[in-house]
């Protein structure tokens, strides 16, 4: 799993969809069984591990979450005869879900079998069960009215290209959406943002990140050495080509350079300024956040010796890449 | 001190005279109290390590009571715990309990002057670093701020796609955002595999009568597309 998304898992107020392709999950699960030993398919192993997950964090973090399993390309499923079989397929996966139900994580009361292209009516069911399952998250939560004030003006702030990226403490604190807020009223609003994941705050606490998906795009690009058709499995996601006689060693200012040509479409989010000093002050900001949580590490056996190394670590892979002490 | 199961075995006559009263340990079921408990002296109540999930109604009783200790298994506390009540309580301790939210009766509470209610780790965000501070007056400093504005429901979530690369999620949130009766029948989607999380705020008009009720018109989420996860990426993680 990408670094990226554990980061992101946790938090307040959390509706989950895990989406399973319902589709010939029958004929999956029957092929699965009928191994020996008789196995589950991979659409089960999926959803438990990410329920797993779930469950695991929420419980560490106290919090509360709901769970809705959606089987998906039922229109095909419909095509090729299978619906019926596949329907009663899904619904014996969420039978083996719900019985890993906790207070800490709830289930809808049943899974959904949907085309996702379909903008009727299984769009409606689709709302229709999220409304269900923030009904059930968000009642008694009676909150002051400004952070409910504070949250719209975050998703504003979130679509704004203009905006910072990132920001003191202090300096968000002194945004014009908290004007005339006391003291106490600040530190509640800070909190409640926090925890619904509209600004992250990382371990070293300052700055913090006032745009999450300008950073969940930073931190899933990932370092590589040079591509090597023969050892690649599936590069999922933007690769960062490191040194070709050091594999996985770049320096840092090589790094932010390559950072900072990433800008084709997909990754629209990186927001690169124009100009080129702000987006080097960027890009150096943006490896310090990456050093923060663990992503990029400094090698402490390199330090010694007068090179800061840096190791990344995505999808659980561990790639060196070397930061030169100026 | 008493042990909660020893309660019962109390005569109405002795515990009139307790001024004090600190129970400990696992209580026997709230219906089985004495129902005419008499607590009417009582200036201080300490009921810790209990496991009851709200505070016993024959409570109602200690009018005098000046301190307060409850550490159970409170979920929520009782809509008659205010100045009628309690017009005398000096000192609210609810640590260790399992509250979500804090009544703002207590706000109201004229002789109120410490409302404790740490470890209380499913407390709304808005409550919980007043209640986790030091000082043990900001909780209650907080609450008389929120009495003097406006509440209202909360109605923003987080809503997080999770499964398979190509199985339809950035699709479904596409689909999702399109709302109103002149969209398509079908959505046309032609992207391909997202590469990066997606994470976008979408604000949805609620139909579901009881979330209406509940002064949620418009649901606010956060979704959160991360690309899919391939099963090798997967199975990795520790299985239920």
Redesign the interface.
């Known amino acids: ?2 670094a ?2 554990r980061f ?2 946790s ?11 319902g589709q010939g999950l029958d004929k999956d699960m029957a092929k699965a069984r009928a191994k020996s030993p008789p196995d589950t398919c ?2 089960e ?2 959803t ?9 964090v929420v419980t560490i973090h ?1 919090q ?1 979450g709901r769970v809705m399993l ?1 089987g ?2 039922r229109d095909s499923a419909q095509d090729r005869g299978s619906y019926s079989m596949d329907l009663a397929a899904l619904e014996a996966v969420y039978s083996s879900l719900v019985r ?1 139900e906790s207070p800490h994580l709830k289930f809808a009361p049943c899974p959904l079998f ?1 085309d ?5 009516l ?2 409606a069911s ?3 069960a ?3 399952e ?2 059930q ?12 004030a504070c ?2 003006e975050m ?1 504003l702030y ?2 704004d290209a203009a905006a910072p990226k990132y920001g003191s403490r202090d300096e968000f604190l002194g945004m014009h959406v908290f004007r005339g807020l ?1 003291k ?2 600040l ?6 943002l ?5 600004i992250i705050a990382l371990p070293s606490g300052d700055p913090i990140i006032l745009k ?2 300008w950073f ?2 930073a931190a ?2 990932t370092l590589s050495p040079e591509p090597n058709p023969e050892t690649d ?2 590069i ?3 690769t960062i080509i490191t040194e070709r006689d050091r594999p996985g060693y770049i320096t840092r200012g090589a790094l932010c350079d390559r950072l900072m040509e990433v800008k084709d479409e ?2 629209s ?1 990186l927001e690169w300024p124009v100009n080129e000093d702000e987006a080097r002050i960027q890009a150096n900001q943006l490896v310090d956040f990456l050093l923060d949580i663990g992503i990029v590490l400094v090698d402490p056996a390199s330090i010694r010796s007068g090179a800061a190394v840096l190791t990344q670590v995505a ?2 892979d561990v790639v060196a890449c070397c930061l030169c002490v100026l | 001190m008493v042990h909660t199961e020893e309660l019962p075995a109390l005569t109405s006559q002795l515990l009139q005279s307790y001024c004090a009263l600190r129970a400990y340990g696992h209580p026997t079921p709230i219906q089985d109290w004495p129902v005419n408990l008499v607590l009417d002296r009582l200036y201080q109540l300490v009921l810790i390590k209990c496991t009851f999930s709200r505070i016993p109604d024959c409570l109602r009783q200690a009018k005098q009571l000046r301190m307060l200790q409850v550490q159970a298994a409170l979920t ?1 506390l009782p809509r008659w715990l205010d100045a009628t009540t309690y017009p005398h309580l000096v000192y609210l301790d609810v640590s260790s309990n399992d509250l ?2 804090l009544p703002l009766t207590l706000a109201t509470m004229p002789e109120l002057m410490f409302v404790i209610a740490r470890e209380n ?2 407390l ?7 209640a986790n501070d030091a000082d043990p007056t ?1 909780l209650l ?2 609450l008389k ?2 009495a003097k ?17 190509m ?3 950035s ?2 949130l596409e ?2 955002k ?1 709302a109103g009766s002149s ?5 046309l ?1 032609d992207r ?2 997202t ?7 979408v ?2 008009r ?3 009568k ?2 209406a009720r ?1 002064g ?1 018109d418009t ?4 979704f ?1 597309d ?2 899919g ?12």
């Open positions: 799993m990408a990226a998304v992101f898992v938090a307040e107020n959390t509706v989950f969809l895990i989406l399973i392709k991979e659409s192993k999926v438990l591990s990410w329920l797993s997950y779930i469950k695991e106290n509360e959606i998906t390309h890993h949907i996702t292209l379909d903008l009727h299984d769009q689709v709302w229709s999220i409304e269900v923030a009904f998250l968000l009642r008694d939560q009676r909150v002051p009215k400004y952070i409910n949250s719209d998703e979130s679509k006391h106490d009223q530190v509640s609003a800070y909190a409640s926090l925890k619904l994941g509209y999450p998906r969940a795009a899933s690009i499995g599936n999922r996601t933007v997909a990754w989010h999808s659980g | 929520e979500r939210n780790t499913r709304t965000p808005h409550l919980a670093p007043h900001a400093r907080y701020l929120c504005g406006v509440m209202e429901q909360q109605r923003h979530i987080r809503v997080m796609l999770l499964g398979l690369p199985v339809g999620k699709a479904l689909c999702l399109h969209t398509p029948a079908r959505l989607h391909v595999r590469q990066c999380p997606v994470i976008e705020p604000e949805h609620v139909k579901h009881q979330l509940q949620v649901l606010h989420c956060l959160t991360p690309p996860t391939p099963a090798d990426d997967m199975f990795g993680l520790e299985s239920l």
